[in-house]
């Protein structure tokens, strides 16, 4: 009976012995399950504010592209997503080999080195560090910062007081300060500089969260560049239109039609080979009895040639009106032009002046290709030779005293053509020019026909010795025929 009794209660401590390891089991096992529970929810909630972010930036590249708001975006969407204290981005400046902040948050700890005098103005004045770091770029390959960015790969800091590279001994605001940064690049440019901070005492960094910051460090440089991109292409289309713009206006400043003239026909024609031109032609009433016309080149391409051209225009359609001596009013355009324009520019110009129902013409060359006169009477093309000198090549006195007046007579049919140099200097496929022999040969053939005749034929054979392709420089023509 004893031994039963043994038995009994034997059988009845292990059981109890039994119940209170599986209940300590039990619970050790539900704590593991919300531990990883809590894990999970923890990696999930990082996920679904990585997912936030990224929806962000992308509705922030399609409504603006512009980088300067995106540099903030990436920050604060960096600190949220990490869970972090504070953040940072500082952007390349491939011309000064520095990091230029671009965003610093006010609860990120300073990355740089801080002098005694700026230690202590922050002191008495904490508002000012947070200034200072908002405008002190850093070496790209110095200190912390250079470090990391050189490396070209993300670093996970314990401990930034006790970092190697950093440019002195770390300061109050840079003790107890844990960080993650990484340098933002896409397809071997470098964009900058990202990082977020956190207190020691308060957050540790996980290899998630770190792994998390890299993918986060990745996706920052294709939004920049993909705004970038952006806005270089909208640079370009606004460019692009503004220049359209300009070349409208520079063709209404072009005379819309060619005057009706007693005694003359006057034809002139103006193909640029950019949207703007260096080159124009112009008519000019001089008095009651005297009409004048201008051809020029301005050297050089595009926009400044562009203005040059209209600044030249307006003050020959001045100077014009006032005397007329084609010598005289070249020499007033050339003093007006000088102090404007740039000692690698100059305007080559003919400007002449005749009478309606008279046959005189009196013409003044300044550093422009000789007009062709085809007469009748021989079939033959004369090439009016008169000196001169380029507007803007000298103040003045040079000018004038090279640049003269040259007078002659044009009979019924005589042809007189003036061009700019991008009709003789056209270039075929084979690299030949088109030439002054040939510019008199079609001359020759056309004029019989009529100065229209001259120049359609002029424009048909240069397109054709071209081959149809784009003109390297500007053509511009006129044609002044005897009736």
Not at 324 to 331: K, Q
Not at 445 to 463: C, F, I, Q, S
Request: aromatic share 6%.
């Amino acid at each position: 009976m004893f031994v039963g009794l043994l038995i009994t209660l034997l059988l009845a401590l292990t059981t109890g012995i039994g119940f209170i390891v599986s209940g300590r089991l039990a619970h050790q096992r539900r704590q593991t399950m919300e531990r990883l529970q809590e894990e999970q929810e923890a990696i999930v909630g990082k996920e679904r504010r990585m997912f936030s972010f990224l929806h962000d930036l992308g509705i922030a590249i399609s409504k603006e592209g512009r980088e300067s708001g995106l540099h903030k975006l990436i920050v604060e969407g960096a600190i949220k997503v990490t869970g972090s204290k504070g953040g940072v981005f500082y952007a390349y400046d491939e011309s000064k080999n520095a990091l230029v902040p671009r965003y610093h948050s006010e609860l990120c700890a300073p990355l740089i080195g801080l002098t005694e005098a700026v230690l202590a103005q922050a002191e008495a004045n904490p508002s000012s560090l947070l200034s200072l770091l908002r405008r002190q770029s850093v070496a790209a390959d110095g200190g912390m910062l250079g470090s990391v960015f050189t490396s070209r790969q993300p670093e996970l800091v314990a401990d930034l007081a006790a970092h190697p590279h950093l440019h002195s001994a770390a300061n109050s605001y840079q003790q107890n300060v844990t960080l993650m940064a990484g340098p933002v690049s896409s397809g071997g440019r470098k964009l900058g500089f990202l990082a977020v901070t956190a207190v020691l005492t308060e957050r540790r960094y996980s290899t998630n969260d770190f792994e998390l910051f890299s993918s986060l460090v990745e996706q920052s440089a294709f939004a920049l560049a993909n705004a970038t991109a952006h806005q270089e292409v909208q640079t370009k289309r606004q460019l692009e239109a503004e220049l359209q713009t300009a070349g409208d206006v520079q063709r209404f400043l072009l005379p819309d039609c060619d005057p009706k003239l007693d005694g003359f026909v006057i034809v002139g024609r103006n193909r640029p080979a950019r949207i703007l031109s260096g080159d124009f032609y112009d008519y000019v009433q001089c008095d009651a009895t005297h009409f004048g016309a201008v051809i020029a080149d301005v050297s050089g391409k595009g926009l400044p040639a562009a203005l040059v051209a209209a600044t030249c225009r307006a003050a020959l359609q001045a100077h014009a009106r006032a005397q007329l001596s084609p010598a005289a009013v070249l020499g007033a355009v050339n003093r007006q032009m000088f102090d404007d324009i740039r000692e690698d520019m100059f305007v080559s110009m003919i400007y002449f002046v005749f009478e309606p129902g008279g046959s005189q013409i009196t013409l003044a060359r300044a550093g422009h290709p000789d007009p062709y006169l085809w007469r009748k009477s021989t079939g033959k093309v004369e090439e009016i030779k008169s000196p001169g000198l380029g507007v803007g090549i000298d103040d003045g006195a040079v000018f004038e005293r090279v640049t003269k007046d040259t007078t002659f007579t044009m009979e019924p049919g005589d042809c007189l053509l003036l061009y700019t140099d991008g009709v003789n200097e056209a270039l075929d496929a084979e690299g030949e020019e088109y030439s002054e022999e040939r510019i008199q040969r079609v001359l020759a053939a056309a004029a019989p026909l009529g100065a229209t005749k001259v120049l359609d034929r002029l424009m048909e054979d240069l397109d054709s010795f071209t081959g149809g392709k784009a003109s390297h420089d500007d053509v511009t023509l006129i044609v002044l025929q005897k009736t």
